[in-house]
């Protein structure tokens, strides 16, 4: 009934730029906080960027200053614009709804932690 579908991924040289795109779908009443994770395997999933309904951010220290991370709070939308990529940001990427607040029929739901799917990020020459 909801989903986060995310887009934008891709194979891309050191010092390149890509952008991802999350747009949540289904009859969305509010979400608190939209994010990026990533993860590699063998390691935990672990923050890349987060942004409030209101833009307040949040960066993880090895993106601060390269990532940025934008919301579209009417579309339900959230974007990581990345630049600078270096290889040891390769990863899966993933869109992360917190307090996501849904409604079907006369019912509201929430949804405390909502993940899509993943998209692949390469850096490499």
């Known amino acids: 009934q909801v989903q986060l579908v995310e887009s934008g991924g891709g194979l891309v040289q050191p010092g390149g730029s890509l952008r991802l795109s999350c747009a949540a779908s289904g009859r969305i009443v509010s979400i608190t906080i939209m994010g990026w994770y990533r993860q590699v395997p063998g390691k935990q999933r672990e923050l890349v960027a987060s942004i409030t309904g209101s833009s307040t951010t949040n960066y993880a220290d090895s993106v601060k200053g390269r990532f940025t991370i934008s919301r579209d709070n009417a579309k339900n939308t959230v974007s990581l614009q990345m630049n600078s990529l270096k290889p040891e940001d390769t990863a899966v990427y993933y869109c992360?709804?917190?307090?996501?607040?849904?409604?079907?029929?006369?019912?509201?739901?929430?949804?405390?932690?909502?993940w899509g799917q993943g998209t692949q990020v390469t850096v490499s020459s």
């Open positions: 992360n709804a917190e307090g996501l607040v849904y409604y079907t029929a006369n019912y509201y739901h929430q949804i405390a932690d909502f």
